[in-house]
């Protein structure tokens, strides 16, 4: 059994308020070639400069219909985020690395990669009290083997995950979550700060359609054309059809916090069949119950929109 730095109360809620002094630094970690949202969160990311500074993107592993193997969807993901970012002429050299070529073999020992190690490395090297944030809006391998290969990350870290459910859901079978269960029990059980952000019941609010898109980002650049292009390609029929972008509601909770309402709550217990249980013994964690979708795709469009202008100046 794994032995955590203990925080203290006082130390875990303090790291859960999101400081105001603006902007923070983040890395984002993303199974960005699963779906077609993973690209607009990084999108935002990188477009958000007064809110957040992005200091690296890791690939997250995924298995689904749209990869053979966990490692073949990292590697896929990977792939997806060197083509996006060179739309906007972003070198990946230093900024993305690859991830976890597999799930954790159980929850003691961490899969090896070089995101791993340079969350390590980078989150280790700051100063006391100033964290690094981690946005994972994928699986949550990548940060689970940091934790193992450092359990000090506890102390330098606060995790923003959008994974599972909203806590009254009769389950938590959710993609991100469900995936490489050790990992999601480390990040729930070591005490490490985090917001969390569930899908079903507060993200899944974060619907759009091909009409919405075209008519707000549609022929504004070359980067809203590319994101339109790949939204379309998502379904082949448009008629009524509205697709989440689920991962820009964890990129804004701590971009533009004062956009949801979040609950303090004891971090709840994951089971092998991804269902929840709760101990009010156990320590703090940050919860979004709410959020407003209207404010945060006003802001997203916005700055697809400049998107330009704004990296004119990174």
Avoid at 18 to 28: A, F, K, N, Q, S
Avoid at 57 to 66: I, T
Avoid at 87 to 106: A, H, I, T
Avoid at 205 to 210: K, L, P, R
Wanted: charge should be negative; aromatic fraction near 8%; glycine fraction near 4%.
């Amino acid at each position: 059994m794994m032995k955590w730095p203990k925080l203290s109360p006082e130390t875990q809620i303090a790291r859960l308020a999101l400081p105001e002094t603006r902007p923070v630094d983040m890395v984002l970690d993303t199974d960005t070639y699963n779906e077609v949202d993973d690209q607009f969160a990084l999108c935002l990311s990188l477009l958000s400069p007064d809110r957040v500074t992005l200091r690296a993107v890791y690939a997250a592993p995924f298995f689904n219909n749209r990869s053979s193997g966990p490692e073949d969807g990292m590697v896929r993901s990977y792939e997806e985020i060197v083509r996006l970012l060179a739309k906007v002429n972003v070198k990946p050299d230093g900024f993305v690395f690859e991830g976890s070529r597999s799930y954790l073999p159980d929850g003691q020992t961490p899969v090896d990669s070089p995101a791993a190690r340079d969350l390590v490395q980078r989150a280790m090297a700051r100063p006391e009290g100033d964290p690094l944030y981690v946005v994972a809006i994928g699986c949550i391998t990548n940060v689970a083997s940091a934790l193992l290969m450092e359990p000090r990350l506890v102390e330098k870290i606060v995790v923003v995950w959008l994974a599972g459910h909203e806590f009254g859901w009769p389950d938590t079978r959710e993609f991100n979550m469900s995936q490489d269960i050790p990992a999601s029990q480390i990040i729930l059980d070591s005490g490490v700060p985090l917001l969390l952000v569930p899908c079903a019941g507060v993200a899944s609010h974060m619907t759009a359609s091909v009409y919405e898109l075209n008519a707000c980002i549609g022929g504004k650049n070359a980067l809203c054309d590319a994101l339109c292009e790949l939204f379309a390609a998502y379904a082949s029929d448009h008629y009524g059809w509205a697709k989440e972008i689920w991962d820009a509601a964890a990129v804004a909770a701590l971009a533009h916090p004062e956009w949801t309402e979040t609950e303090l709550t004891h971090s709840p217990v994951l089971s092998a069949d991804s269902r929840y249980s709760f101990d009010n013994r156990r320590h703090f964690i940050r919860v979004v119950r709410r959020l407003n979708r209207t404010l945060i795709f006003r802001d997203m469009f916005t700055r697809l929109s400049s998107a330009e202008e704004i990296l004119a100046g990174r």
